[in-house]
């Protein structure tokens, strides 16, 4: 793994897991980007209020058949509301989200390749209805949101301040189809509900 340091105070960076592409610096808490050849400040980590949760930074959850490490912890506002997104890291390195918004819980894989994306004409918009994947999903949510405030180690790069569009689609077999937009790019996630008593902190 790549050594790395903070360039704004000096403080050795160590990120969770290989395929980090930005953390926070404990020391200081500057935001860092990483890659193989710098480290560069990416300002600041911004403020997480603490809310009570069922879990954290740093802790290890089982839910269903698989463990997850929590290496991130990443706050979101939609105007109404927060809601939190963890980066996790399997028992084989991949990497996964756990959504958590007012006790709902959902843990989601990146869809990294754009023939896994679902295909539809026009734009996507409350009531919409698609089929993916031999699943009928149906746009259930339309909105907005901003990062404010970021803490631990990613495999995206994430920006306190920055915006993006989002859509959530519910599958009629219980699965979530998930797309943010900013811009020209896009990024689509598979989720799966998960109820809240079954989430087991073991670490």
């Known amino acids: 793994m790549t050594q790395h340091q903070c360039p704004n105070c000096g403080s050795p960076a160590q990120p969770a897991f290989d395929a980090v592409k930005m953390m926070s610096c404990e020391a200081c808490g500057t935001t860092l980007f990483l890659s193989d050849a710098q480290t560069r400040a990416a300002g600041e980590q911004g403020v997480m209020h603490e809310v009570p949760m069922l879990f954290g930074l740093g802790n290890q959850v089982r839910i269903g058949f698989e463990t997850y490490q929590i290496v991130g912890h990443a706050r979101y506002s939609y105007g109404r509301g927060t809601w939190d ?7 084989y390195g991949n990497t996964h ?12 894989r ?13 734009y996507l918009k409350l009531g919409t209805v698609l089929d993916h994947k031999k699943e009928t999903f ?14 631990g180690s990613f495999d995206h790069v994430l920006t306190v301040g920055q915006r993006y569009r989002f859509v959530n689609l519910q599958g009629n077999q219980g699965r979530l189809l998930s797309g ?24």
């Open 85 to 91: 997104e963890f980066c996790t890291v399997d028992g």
């Open 97 to 108: 989200w756990i959504s958590v918004d007012e006790g709902d819980i959902i843990v989601q």
């Open 110 to 122: 990146e869809l990294h390749s754009p023939k896994d994306w679902p295909r539809y004409d026009g």
């Open 138 to 151: 149906t746009v259930v949510e339309d909105g907005s949101a901003e990062c404010v405030a970021v803490r």
């Open 180 to 203: 943010e937009f900013e811009g020209d790019s896009r990024t689509w996630y598979m989720g799966q509900w998960h109820d809240p008593f079954d989430v087991e902190v073991i670490a």
